[in-house]
C-alpha cells in the first residue's frame, strides 16, 4: 500500500460544497432526496446530492425544449456554436486538474488515468467535434420526375438538428461519457440533459457549469439527477424527448430502446462488451502482455471496451500467464489520488461485490484462479487475477464481469481459436496480436466486433467511429457517423 496522496485543490473542495442537486436552466436545484456521494477508496461521505424525481425530470425536458424551440442555440450561426464549443474545450484544459480530480475522489480511478483519459481526452473529443458544427452538409440530387410534362425539379438534402436529447451516462467514465454524447448533440444543433449514473454525479455537473460560462445559453445543456429505474426511464419514454443516447449494461440499453421507440425517438445503444484478445503463435510476446495489462486492467477493468479474454496460442500460453503473474503479484495499491498506486478501489460496494461474485462462481466452476497482490479491506479494491487455463465453458469466459479479471484460454488451431473469440453474444472489441501481415489482413475482417485493433488494445480516437455489433448495441459514438446521428435528414424537392 503506497501512501502519497496528492492533496484536494481548493476548488474542488469548493465545488464539493457547491454542488447541490440538478443543473437546470443554469443553476443547481436543491429540491429533492439527499443522497451521500461516496469515495470508493474508503467509504467516507464526498458530497450530498439532491435526487430528482419524475416531476423535476419534466420540468428539465421542458427547458431542454423551450431552449430548442426558441432557437437560442440552433439559431446561432454554426461558426458562433463552434467558437462557444472551442471555449469550452480551453476551459475543460484550463480547469482539468479539478475535473481530473473531482472523477478520482467520486469515481475512485487513478489521477494519472483522469488527467490524460477523462479531462485530457475530453479536451480533444470536444476540439474535434466543435469542428464538425460547421461541416454538417447536404447533397443534390440530379432526380428523374417525369411529371407533368414539361417540369423541371431541383433537389437537396438537409441535415437538422434532432431535437431534444436525453443522454443517460454510467459511472465508469462518467464526464468523457457525457461530453461523447453531449458534444456532438451540441455541434449538430440540439439542446440536451444529462442523466449520470447516481454514484457518480459530481464531474457531470461541474461541466454544466463550465458550459455556461463558456457561453452555451442557459437551458440548453442540463444535468437531471435521479435514479435510473425512475428518472432515466421516464426520460427515455418522454414524449418530448426526440433522442436518447445510453451508454450501460444491455439489459437497461433494451429497456431504453424500447421506450425510445414506443414514441419514435431514434437511440443509440453503447452496451457492454466481453472483449477477446487473440494471441498467435508469432506475437511479440513482451508486446503482448503488456497490451494485455493495458488492455485489461486500465480503470480496473472496468471499461466496456476491456479485454476479458485472451486467446493465447499453447506455445505461449504459460510465458504468457506467468509474466502477467509476475506483475499482479508486485503491483503497488492505493486510493486514486496516489499518483504511484496502480491497483484503485472499484467504483462501489456494489460494484465490488459483484464482480467477487463472478470469482467465487468461476472458482465453483472449477477456473484456476491466481489473485495478485493483497489489498485493503477498507474502501471498495479488488485484487488483480489471472485465471489460466481457462474454458470457453466457463461463466467468467462468457460473461462480462467488468472488473480486473483476465481469463487465459490455450489454442492449438487458429480457426478454431476464432470460432471461440466469435462465439459470444456481446461484440463490442477485439484485438489481434500477430507480427503477420498475412494473418492479420486475413483475420480481422472476421473477427464480429465493432472495433477490431491490431497489436493495440483500447486505443480510441475522436475520428473513429466506436460500437458494437450483435448484443453491443446500435449506433456509433464518435466520427462523422456519431454527429449524423444528432441530425435528422429532410428532402426538399423543388419544382420550377
Ligand atoms: P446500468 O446499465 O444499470 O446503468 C447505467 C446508467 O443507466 C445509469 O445512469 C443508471 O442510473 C441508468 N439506468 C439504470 N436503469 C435504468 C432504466 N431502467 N432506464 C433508464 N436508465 C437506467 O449499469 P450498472 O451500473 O447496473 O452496471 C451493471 C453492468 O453494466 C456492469 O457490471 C457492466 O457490466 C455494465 N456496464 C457497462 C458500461 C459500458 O461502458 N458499456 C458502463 C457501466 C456498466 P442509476 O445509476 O441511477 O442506476
Redesign the pocket.
Known amino acids: 500500500m503506497t501512501n502519497k496522496l496528492i492533496v484536494a485543490l481548493p476548488d474542488v473542495e469548493a465545488f464539493l460544497q457547491r454542488a447541490r442537486g440538478s443543473f437546470i436552466d443554469g443553476g443547481f436545484r436543491e429540491q429533492g432526496n439527499p443522497i451521500a456521494i461516496i469515495n470508493p477508496a474508503d467509504g467516507s461521505q464526498l458530497s450530498t446530492v439532491a435526487q430528482g424525481d419524475v416531476a423535476l425530470a419534466d420540468e428539465a425536458v421542458a427547458i431542454t425544449k423551450g431552449s430548442f424551440d426558441d432557437r437560442r442555440w440552433r439559431g446561432m450561426s454554426p461558426a458562433q456554436r463552434e467558437r462557444i464549443l472551442l471555449k469550452f474545450a480551453d476551459l475543460v484544459e484550463q480547469h482539468s486538474e479539478e475535473l481530473a480530480q473531482i472523477e478520482t475522489l467520486n469515481q475512485g480511478k487513478s489521477i494519472n488515468i483522469s488527467r490524460a483519459v477523462d479531462a485530457g481526452f475530453s479536451v480533444d473529443f470536444i476540439r474535434y467535434m466543435a469542428g464538425w458544427t460547421t461541416k454538417l452538409e447536404g447533397k443534390t440530387g440530379d432526380v428523374s420526375i417525369g411529371m407533368p410534362e414539361g417540369a423541371n425539379f431541383n433537389a437537396y438534402t438537409l441535415r437538422q438538428p434532432v431535437g431534444v436529447v436525453a443522454a443517460?451516462?454510467?459511472?465508469?467514465?462518467p464526464m468523457m461519457?457525457a461530453l461523447w454524447k453531449a458534444i456532438p448533440a451540441l455541434a449538430a444543433g440540439c439542446s440536451v440533459v444529462v442523466?449520470?449514473?447516481?454514484?457518480t454525479p459530481l464531474s457531470v455537473l461541474r461541466l454544466a457549469e463550465l458550459a455556461v460560462e463558456a457561453g452555451v445559453p442557459k437551458g440548453v445543456f442540463n444535468v437531471i439527477l435521479?435514479?435510473?429505474?425512475v428518472?432515466?426511464?421516464h426520460?427515455?419514454g418522454h414524449a418530448d424527448v426526440d433522442k436518447v443516447t445510453?451508454?450501460?449494461?444491455?439489459?437497461?440499453?433494451k429497456?431504453?430502446g424500447h421506450?425510445a421507440v414506443d414514441h419514435m425517438a431514434s437511440f443509440s445503444l453503447?452496451?457492454?462488451?466481453k472483449n477477446p484478445m487473440l494471441v498467435l503463435a508469432d506475437a511479440d510476446i513482451e508486446k503482448a502482455v503488456n497490451g494485455a495489462l493495458m488492455g485489461g486492467l486500465l480503470n480496473q477493468g472496468?471499461?466496456?471496451a476491456a479485454a476479458s479474454r485472451f486467446y493465447v496460442h499453447r506455445s505461449l500460453h504459460d510465458e504468457f500467464c506467468s509474466r502477467l503473474r509476475s506483475v499482479v503479484d508486485q503491483m503497488s495499491v492505493g486510493p486514486g489520488m496516489d499518483p504511484q498506486a496502480q491497483v484503485n478501489p472499484v467504483v462501489s460496494q456494489r460494484?465490488q461485490r459483484?464482480i467477487l461474485q463472478h470469482l467465487e462462481r468461476a472458482k465453483a466452476q472449477g477456473a484456476n484462479v491466481h489473485y495478485g497482490v493483497q489489498v485493503p479491506e477498507e474502501g471498495f479494491y479488488v485484487s488483480p487475477v489471472i485465471i489460466s487455463d481457462a474454458k470457453q465453458t466457463f461463466d467468467i469466459v462468457r460473461e462480462?464481469?467488468?472488473g480486473p479479471i483476465l481469463t487465459v484460454i490455450p489454442f492449438d488451431d487458429v480457426n478454431e481459436a476464432l470460432a471461440m473469440v466469435n462465439d459470444s453474444e456481446l461484440g463490442?472489441a477485439a484485438s489481434l496480436w500477430t507480427e503477420s501481415l498475412s494473418e492479420a489482413m486475413r483475420l480481422t475482417p472476421e473477427i464480429e466486433a465493432g472495433t477490431v485493433w491490431v497489436n493495440t488494445h483500447v486505443t480510441l480516437d475522436p475520428s473513429l467511429p466506436f460500437g458494437g455489433f450483435k448484443q453491443s448495441g446500435i449506433g456509433k459514438e464518435f466520427g462523422q457517423e456519431a454527429i449524423y446521428s444528432y441530425t435528422k435528414l429532410k428532402s426538399i424537392c423543388i419544382a420550377y
Do not use: D, M, R, Y
Open positions: 443517460i451516462v454510467p459511472w465508469n467514465f461519457i442523466k449520470p449514473a447516481s454514484e435521479g435514479s435510473g429505474s428518472v432515466g426511464q426520460l427515455a445510453f451508454t450501460g449494461s444491455t439489459e437497461v440499453g429497456v431504453i421506450a453503447e452496451l457492454g462488451g472496468q471499461v466496456c460494484h459483484s462480462e464481469a467488468f463490442l
